[in-house]
């Protein structure tokens, strides 16, 4: 934190009792920032761009560039539901004593992410699953629209990070305390057992949690349902390893030429697209053998008929002649035959020119069968040459476990968890909210946090939890463009409309009493000194 401090141009300046002899006077001269990298200073309120931290004056007469003090700063911080009073006092006693702002709010990241939910700018960012269609394609998404307003201020979130998942229903951005359910799995469960199942099966990646993670978010997906799931577990137990249409390998970086993975096909997949490859390009070869014998047949015929139109017009010639030479007499006999062969040789030679021709035309041009083999052989180079480059990396070959990883999501009992999956803590949540609320609630899902960008994983959640509630309630599932930052923007603009409201209320009463809620959930140091706490985002029942 207090490198975030140093980043963000804010010094930090410890506050103790002894230093400060008015804390109030402290805070009546301060003026809180209003959030998206804006602070107000504590002199003159005048606001200005946080600029990093400079250590003087470069030199040459420059002007430091100055910096925030923490005694003019507020902090806005996202917690999560059932989170421990000690670690909470504790975090409270950071900030206020070691880092010195006078404000600190806490608010639960569900509550923030609804609160980008009812607002028209982030409605903007989401995409509404529509009856978990998937389009064609291995991890498509679904075909997606934008959510409309019901005007309920219901959201109920769901939001699967990295250590665990949670289940909160929020009215008015406010959580229902006593329907926020937890689910112990997120996308460090699934990383850890596909290390297990990697370690087991090739080589110890036990402590190569950053490589199997990338692998994870690389190639794994969900399938759309639990019967397709133990269809393809009882298909991969007759095929082949290597042969499954899904096998891939994970290749992984040699930190020498290259620092991330890649994904390439497995090698039986590989072995039979190279033999797809011959095939086709010996059926191109046998058709074009086709065409150049069909065009020799086509030539020879051209030829024959020439040659007996030219027959045909010498015996015409032959005729006429004689004719003449009866007239003409004996005597010119003779002289009419040596005309002839002199005119026969002079054919002979022309032939003979032609043939030259056509002989130098074939030797300086490449005929197509020669310019094909040519094209065949560099492509089976460049082929080997590729193979031999790609055996030479290691890789971590993944088949079933691309799929069966994240199962663990919709399915606990399979790492031996006595919890429902992902649809069934919906339900759970849902029936334990008031009567009234819980159309609301089916009808506004949220999804946020890292595991929503799992391919499969928002169409299987909406399927199933279709399967699963009541047929008189209809179920609508969003999820934004970003999952992983749609929290972080709801806190930024909470910050904003706070820092607004302490100013001037707004026109609309219901979105004053929301805000009036947020300001709740900020302390500044003097009622933490009398022991004083924030509420986080929660509903009192």
Not at 119 to 140: F, W, Y
Not at 441 to 468: D, H
């Amino acid at each position: 934190w207090r490198r975030i401090c140093d980043l963000e141009g804010i010094r930090a300046q410890p506050l103790h009792a002894d230093d400060v002899a008015d804390l109030s006077a402290v805070w009546a001269a301060t003026t809180l920032g209003s959030g998206g990298g804006k602070k107000r200073g504590a002199g003159g309120g005048s606001s200005r761009a946080a600029t990093p931290a400079m250590g003087g004056a470069a030199g040459g007469g420059e002007v430091p560039v100055p910096t925030l003090s923490s005694m003019g700063c507020q902090v806005l911080l996202l917690t999560q539901p059932f989170t421990p009073r000690s670690i909470s006092d504790r975090v409270d006693e950071v900030w206020f004593r070691d880092l010195g702002f006078v404000r600190v709010g806490k608010i639960l990241g569900q509550c923030a992410a609804s609160a980008r939910y009812v607002d028209p700018e982030g409605r903007g960012e989401l995409r509404l699953v529509n009856g978990g269609v998937i389009s064609e394609g291995e991890g498509a998404e679904a075909q997606i629209s934008h959510p409309d307003d019901d005007e309920t201020e219901c959201c109920l979130v769901v939001d699967s990070g990295f250590s665990l998942t949670h289940v909160v229903p929020t009215y008015q951005c406010q959580a229902v305390s006593r329907a926020i359910r937890r689910l112990n799995i997120g996308g460090r469960a699934i990383t850890n057992l596909l290390k297990e199942w990697v370690s087991y099966r090739q080589w110890n990646m036990m402590d190569e949690t950053a490589l199997v993670n990338e692998a994870k978010e690389a190639l794994c997906y969900v399938l759309p349902s639990s019967g397709q799931y133990d269809a393809e577990m009882a298909e991969a137990r007759k095929t082949k390893a290597g042969y499954r249409e899904y096998d891939r390998e994970f290749v992984l970086p040699d930190f020498a030429e290259t620092f991330t993975g890649s994904v390439r096909l497995a090698s039986g997949l590989r072995k039979r697209l190279d033999q797809k490859e011959r095939e086709k390009e010996r059926r191109e070869r046998k058709e074009l053998k086709k065409r150049q014998k069909q065009k020799e047949r086509e030539k020879e015929e051209a030829e024959r008929k020439e040659k007996a139109d030219e027959g045909e017009s010498k015996d015409d010639e032959n005729a006429k002649r004689g004719k003449k030479k009866k007239k003409d007499g004996k005597r010119k006999m003779g002289t009419e035959n040596a005309n002839k062969e002199e005119d026969a040789d002079d054919d002979d030679n022309a032939v003979g020119d032609n043939d030259n021709n056509d002989d130098e035309v074939d030797s300086d041009e490449e005929t197509d069968e020669q310019r094909l083999k040519r094209i065949q052989r560099m492509k089976e180079e460049e082929r080997r040459r590729r193979e031999l480059e790609e055996e030479s990396r290691q890789a971590l070959a993944l088949s079933v476990e691309r799929f069966a990883a994240p199962e663990i999501l919709f399915r606990p009992d399979d790492v031996g968890l006595d919890q429902g999956g992902i649809a069934e803590t919906i339900v759970q949540s849902v029936e334990a909210c008031p009567d009234y609320l819980r159309a609301a609630m089916y009808q506004n899902v949220l999804i946020t946090g890292g595991n929503a960008r799992i391919p499969g994983f928002t169409q299987r959640l909406e399927s199933e939890l279709r399967s699963l509630a009541p047929s008189q309630y209809a179920v609508r599932v969003c999820v934004p463009q970003d999952p992983v930052t749609y929290a972080w923007k709801g806190a930024q603009k909470i910050s904003q409309q706070v820092s607004i409201s302490a100013v001037s209320a707004g026109p609309n009463p219901s979105k004053n009493e929301t805000i009036a809620a947020f300001r709740k959930c900020f302390v500044d140091r003097i009622q933490w000194e009398a022991g004083a706490t924030g509420n986080n985002g929660t509903e009192d029942d």
